[in-house]
T-cell receptor, first 115, second 113 residues
Framework: EPEVTQTPSHQVTQMGQEVILRCVPI?????FYWYRQILGQKVEFLVS????????KSEIFDDQFSVERPDGSNFTLKIRSTKLEDSAMYFC?????????????FGSGTRLTVV | GQQLNQSPQSMFIQEGEDVSMNCTSS?????WLWYKQDPGEGPVLLIA???AGELTSNGRLTAQFGITRKDSFLNISASIPSDVGIYFC?????????????WGLGTSLAVNP
């Protein structure tokens, strides 16, 4: 069964540093998302991406965040200047189409620890 | 904004018991989803519900989409130790800006063998 692949699985970074989280969505999927989950809390929507542009973003996704699909396969989330409160699990599910729930597949995520 | 209230927050049960958890929303959803998350893993979809009143089963799991479209429940029958984990409900609204998933806070399930 196809899987979403995220790298690295765990990243530790100094506060104020830039990080790039990488994701390889399932190959025929068209809709891409980033969600985060602070330890012990609920999953929170960050941003959705379709047709090479952001289609929706949450209030969490401020100017410190950006997304890119640089080469048609990878989908990245950049945090320009990390804060302690950015420590969380980050997930990048993808979907074939907006209505195709079963294509909404999560990978194992990247655990970001900001120290 | 849209919010989901999921209850109970945690449950500790004996193996073989049935479990029930539910979610209620402040607004209408068109889709209700139930996920299970194991430690260190991403959420895994258990059941998806698309129509008000829909009742869907997946093995020992049964979920229903409430008639009002503002609630859903998940039942697990005859629990086993591997049912341990955190169960999340998630809902999705109309097309356009409400297509993102809104998540509940999760129900942590512990099963005593």
């Amino acid at each position: 069964e196809p899987e979403v692949t995220q790298t690295p699985s765990h990243q530790v970074t100094q506060m104020g540093q830039e990080v790039i989280l990488r994701c390889v969505p399932i190959s025929n999927h068209l809709y891409f998302y980033w969600y985060r989950q602070i330890l012990g809390q609920k999953v929170e929507f960050l941003v959705s991406f379709y047709n090479n542009e952001i289609s929706e973003k949450s209030e969490i996704f401020d100017d410190q965040f950006s997304v890119e699909r640089p080469d048609g396969s990878n989908f990245t989330l950049k945090i320009r200047s990390t804060k302690l409160e950015d420590s969380a699990m980050y997930f990048c599910p993808s979907a074939v189409e907006e209505g195709e729930v079963y294509g909404y597949t999560f990978g194992s995520g990247t655990r970001l620890t900001v120290v | 904004g849209q919010q989901l209230n999921q209850s109970p927050q945690s449950m500790f049960i004996q193996e073989g018991e049935d479990v029930s958890m539910n979610c209620t929303s402040s607004s209408i959803f068109n889709t209700w989803l139930w996920y299970k998350q194991d430690p260190g893993e991403g959420p895994v979809l258990l059941i998806a519900l698309y129509k008000a009143g829909e009742l869907t089963s997946n093995g020992r799991l049964t979920a229903q989409f409430g008639i009002t479209r503002k609630d859903s429940f998940l039942n697990i029958s005859a629990s086993i130790p591997s049912d341990v984990g955190i169960y999340f409900c998630a809902g999705r609204g109309e097309a356009g800006n409400n297509r993102k998933l809104i998540w509940g806070l999760g129900t942590s399930l512990a099963v005593n063998p």
